[in-house]
């Protein structure tokens, strides 16, 4: 059975702009309203979100149990305090050679890990698609989830498409790989995978791509939006609220589906942080399902104004970014959100 996404309505506050207002979702529909200068969303009526059956939450039950029991294992267990501390001092050259651009110019640099179509590029980090050249429209940043590359049939690879051809320039990012990053936990000498060197390249990029710099010096983009599934909502949420990313074009918004803690450690925990840049909160588009065995994302439960958390029923992990409701979703927020001088 196909998932039915709630429509979705985010109008912005005429009284404070650049502020989004987050409103009521229906699957029944609804309709915008104004009152006192703000814009709001009046749902026809409420209808009950669609429950897992009994056995997938009886399975989410006990793989949440086991999680809670081994991250506290993973917190006080010396044995596995000791694996965490040699993983930490082992990947710390690889991730610093990273974040000097292992030695090379801006555009070697870059050109070294860009992904080509038609080549064989299982080690390439970012694929670009640049825009028309007089293109002023809004940057694209997507990331993709753990294990997944360009050449992936895949929800962030199909809103690449998508945004490409309305004239965005479009950046796509991997996460690495969590087996890779595992195997070099217990000796394998490979880090190119790890998540936290994918992570240094992730960010180097979106950075260089924000300040116009080397394969980007021709973007004429003055915002952009930064959109993740998986393990790339764990990745854009770290990246928002982490210091030192404050420069270059503005981020309008960030759309996580189904985020979960970018890194093998975290055991697939769902991402529930908020993103931010400088301490400002950033207009946050939340999607999530409930109805996977391992992976799941999580209710935020929060009041905050500039957040919109939508729950989809009847999706999986590995589907939710396919349903096109939630891609029709995302590219309304995006219009939404975009500053327009």
């Known amino acids: 059975m196909n998932a039915i996404a709630p429509a979705l309505e985010v109008r912005q506050n005429l009284t404070t702009p650049g502020q989004f207002i987050p409103v009521a979702v229906s699957s029944s ?18 209808v009950p979100a669609e429950r897992p059956s009994f056995f ?16 506290v294992i993973r917190e006080f267990n010396p044995f596995t305090q000791a694996f965490n501390l040699s993983e930490r001092m082992r990947i710390r050259g690889p991730v610093q050679e990273v974040q000097n651009r292992n030695g090379l110019s801006m555009e070697d640099y870059q050109k070294s890990i860009q992904y080509i179509p038609g ?20 940057l694209i940043i997507l990331v993709l989830g753990n294990t ?6 895949c929800g962030i690879n199909t809103l690449a498409e998508r945004f490409h051809q309305a004239g965005h320039p479009v950046l796509v990012l991997r996460t690495g790989d969590a087996e ?15 998540t936290e060197v ?23 983009s003055e915002h952009a939006h930064v959109i993740g599934h998986s393990f790339g909502g764990g990745t854009a949420i770290r990246y928002t609220n982490e210091s030192g990313n404050e420069n270059g074009l503005p981020i309008s918004s960030v759309t996580c589906v189904d985020p979960v803690r970018l890194g093998h450690y975290h055991l697939g925990r769902a991402e529930i942080g908020i993103p931010q840049q400088s301490g400002t909160p950033l207009p946050y588009l939340h999607v999530y399902q409930d109805n996977s ?4 994302g999580e209710s935020l439960g929060t009041h905050n104004p500039n957040v919109t958390s939508v729950h989809i029923p009847g999706s999986t992990h590995t589907t939710v970014t396919e349903n096109q409701r939630v891609q029709d979703m995302i590219v309304d927020f995006i219009n939404r959100t975009s500053v327009r001088d």
Do not use: C
Not at 64 to 71: C, D, E, K, P, Q
């Open 180 to 194: 890779q990053s595992l195997r070099y936990r217990f000796g394998s000498s490979d880090p190119s995978l790890h």
């Open 29 to 46: 529909g609804g309709s915008a309203v104004s009152t006192g200068g703000r814009d709001s969303f009046r749902s026809h009526s409420e």
């Open 56 to 71: 997938t939450r009886f399975i989410q039950g006990v793989v949440s149990i086991a999680r809670n029991i081994w991250s």
């Open 293 to 296: 065995y391992f992976l799941n």
């Open 198 to 220: 994918v992570y240094a390249h992730g960010r180097n990029i979106i950075n260089a791509a924000r300040n116009r710099e080397g394969l980007f010096s021709g973007m004429n």
């Open 148 to 153: 997944q590359t360009f050449d992936t049939d």
């Open 119 to 138: 080549q064989n590029n299982e080690r390439a980090v970012f694929r670009y698609f640049p825009p028309p050249s007089d293109s002023n429209k809004d």
